[in-house]
C-alpha cells in the first residue's frame, strides 16, 4: 500500500543520514554471494556491467546505473564484464545511537543470529518514498559527482565531516527523487520552465490577488490545464499557493517588524484586518494575536 502524503512530509523532515562506510570500489570480477544488510547501500556503476540477483528478480547495471540495495533484502552479485568502477556508500537514513555498531554484513537472513538480525533498519526509502532497487535518470552524472566528493571527504574524515556526510547523501537522495518524479509524471517536466515562472510571479507579487485567467495567460494554457499541472506539481492550487505566500509574509511582519496588524494586512494585500485575521487563523489554526504571543512566550 503506498505511503499517505503525510507519511512522505514527516520522514523527509527527520531524515538525518549517516555514512557508515564510502568506497571507490574496482574490480574486474565482481561476485559476492547470497547476503542482507542491514542499512542501504547506493551504488553508481561508471564502467563495466554488472549482473545480480535481488531477491527473485535479475538485473543487469550498465553504466549510469544507480543501484539501492535495502535493508533486510536478500541480493547477490552474479558477475560482472570487463572492469567494474562502483562508487558506493552504506548509510542510514535515520540517525540512530547505534549506528557505530552496526557492520557491514556479509550473511544470508538465515545465517544472522537473533542480535543481528535487530539491527535491520527500517526500509524507509522504499516502502515510504517508493524508490526502486535500480534507479536510472537523467542526470545521473551529478549523483556520481557527489558521491565522489563524499568518498573523498570520508577517506580524510575530520570533525566537520559529520555535518558535510549528512549534506551530501541529502542532496544525492533529492536528486534521485526529482528524478524519479520526473519519470512519472513526464507531461509535468513539459512545462516546468512555465510553472516555475508562474510561481515565482505569485512569489513576487503577494501583495496583490492574481486571478487564475491571468496566470494561465501567461503560461499559454488553458485555465483548467494550468490549474491542473499547478496543484500536481506543488500540491496546492495557484489559489492556495498565493495564500500561503502571503501568510508567510505576514509571519515574518509580525515576528521581525512588529508591526501593527493593520498594518501587515495591507501590506500581504488584504482589505481589512478582520479579512486577513480570518484567512490566518484558517492557515493557522491561531489568530494572528495568539501566533504572536505564542512567539514571544507570553
Same mark, same amino acid.
Given at each position: 500500500? &503506498?505511503?499517505?502524503?503525510?507519511?512522505?512530509?514527516?520522514?523527509?523532515?527527520?531524515?538525518?543520514?549517516?555514512?557508515?562506510?564510502?568506497?571507490?570500489?574496482?574490480?574486474?570480477?565482481?561476485?559476492?554471494?547470497?547476503?542482507?544488510?542491514?542499512?542501504?547501500?547506493?551504488?553508481?556503476?561508471?564502467?563495466?556491467?554488472? !549482473?545480480?540477483?535481488?531477491?527473485?528478480?535479475? *538485473?543487469?547495471?550498465?553504466?549510469?546505473?544507480?543501484?539501492?540495495?535495502?535493508? /533486510?533484502?536478500? +541480493?547477490?552479485?552474479?558477475?560482472?564484464?570487463?572492469?567494474?568502477?562502483?562508487?558506493?556508500?552504506?548509510?542510514?537514513?535515520?540517525?540512530?545511537?547505534?549506528?557505530? $555498531?552496526?557492520?557491514?554484513?556479509?550473511?544470508?537472513?538465515?545465517?544472522?543470529?537473533?542480535?543481528?538480525?535487530?539491527?535491520?533498519?527500517?526500509?524507509?526509502?522504499?516502502?515510504?518514498?517508493?524508490?526502486?532497487?535500480?534507479?536510472?535518470?537523467?542526470?545521473?552524472?551529478?549523483?556520481?559527482?557527489?558521491?565522489?566528493?563524499?568518498?573523498? $571527504? !570520508?577517506?580524510?574524515?575530520?570533525?566537520?565531516?559529520?555535518?558535510?556526510?549528512?549534506?551530501?547523501?541529502?542532496?544525492?537522495?533529492?536528486?534521485?527523487?526529482?528524478?524519479?518524479?520526473?519519470? +512519472?509524471?513526464?507531461?509535468? #517536466?513539459? *512545462?516546468?520552465?512555465?510553472?516555475?515562472?508562474?510561481?515565482? !510571479?505569485?512569489?513576487? *507579487?503577494?501583495?496583490?490577488?492574481?486571478?487564475?485567467?491571468?496566470?494561465?495567460?501567461?503560461?499559454?494554457?488553458?485555465?483548467? *490545464?494550468? #490549474?491542473?499541472?499547478?496543484?500536481?506539481?506543488?500540491?496546492?492550487?495557484?489559489?492556495?499557493?498565493?495564500?500561503?505566500?502571503?501568510?508567510?509574509? #505576514?509571519?515574518?511582519?509580525?515576528?521581525?517588524?512588529?508591526?501593527?496588524?493593520?498594518?501587515?494586512?495591507?501590506?500581504?494585500? !488584504?482589505?481589512?484586518?478582520?479579512?486577513?485575521?480570518? &484567512?490566518?487563523?484558517?492557515?493557522? /489554526?491561531?489568530?494572528?494575536?495568539?501566533?504572536?504571543? $505564542?512567539?514571544?512566550?507570553?
Amino acid at each position: 500500500m &503506498a505511503a499517505t502524503a503525510d507519511a512522505v512530509r514527516e520522514l523527509l523532515r527527520q531524515m538525518s543520514p549517516n555514512v557508515r562506510r564510502a568506497w571507490n570500489h574496482r574490480t574486474v570480477d565482481m561476485k559476492l554471494k547470497p547476503r542482507i544488510i542491514f542499512d542501504y547501500e547506493l551504488l553508481y556503476l561508471e564502467k563495466g556491467e554488472l !549482473y545480480l540477483r535481488i531477491e527473485n528478480r535479475l *538485473h543487469t547495471l550498465v553504466p549510469g546505473d544507480l543501484l539501492l540495495l535495502k535493508p /533486510g533484502i536478500e +541480493h547477490e552479485f552474479l558477475g560482472s564484464s570487463g572492469e567494474c568502477w562502483m562508487p558506493h556508500i552504506h548509510f542510514d537514513v535515520m540517525d540512530d545511537a547505534s549506528f557505530e $555498531a552496526v557492520p557491514v554484513n556479509f550473511k544470508t537472513r538465515a545465517e544472522c543470529s537473533e542480535a543481528e538480525a535487530r539491527l535491520i533498519r527500517p526500509n524507509h526509502l522504499g516502502d515510504v518514498l517508493g524508490m526502486p532497487d535500480v534507479i536510472r535518470i537523467g542526470g545521473h552524472g551529478e549523483v556520481h559527482r557527489l558521491l565522489m566528493k563524499l568518498i573523498h $571527504a !570520508y577517506d580524510r574524515r575530520d570533525e566537520t565531516f559529520i555535518v558535510l556526510q549528512k549534506s551530501l547523501v541529502l542532496h544525492i537522495l533529492h536528486l534521485l527523487l526529482k528524478g524519479l518524479e520526473a519519470q +512519472h509524471k513526464a507531461h509535468l #517536466s513539459l *512545462h516546468e520552465k512555465t510553472l516555475e515562472q508562474a510561481v515565482t !510571479y505569485i512569489v513576487d *507579487h503577494y501583495n496583490r490577488t492574481i486571478s487564475l485567467e491571468e496566470l494561465s495567460r501567461q503560461a499559454c494554457l488553458s485555465v483548467f *490545464h494550468f #490549474s491542473r499541472l499547478f496543484k500536481e506539481k506543488y500540491g496546492l492550487s495557484p489559489h492556495q499557493f498565493q495564500i500561503r505566500q502571503r501568510i508567510e509574509k #505576514s509571519k515574518s511582519f509580525m515576528i521581525y517588524g512588529r508591526r501593527s496588524l493593520t498594518s501587515i494586512a495591507e501590506e500581504v494585500g !488584504y482589505g481589512s484586518v478582520y479579512a486577513f485575521s480570518k &484567512a490566518f487563523k484558517q492557515a493557522e /489554526g491561531v489568530s494572528p494575536r495568539q501566533y504572536i504571543r $505564542a512567539y514571544l512566550g507570553e
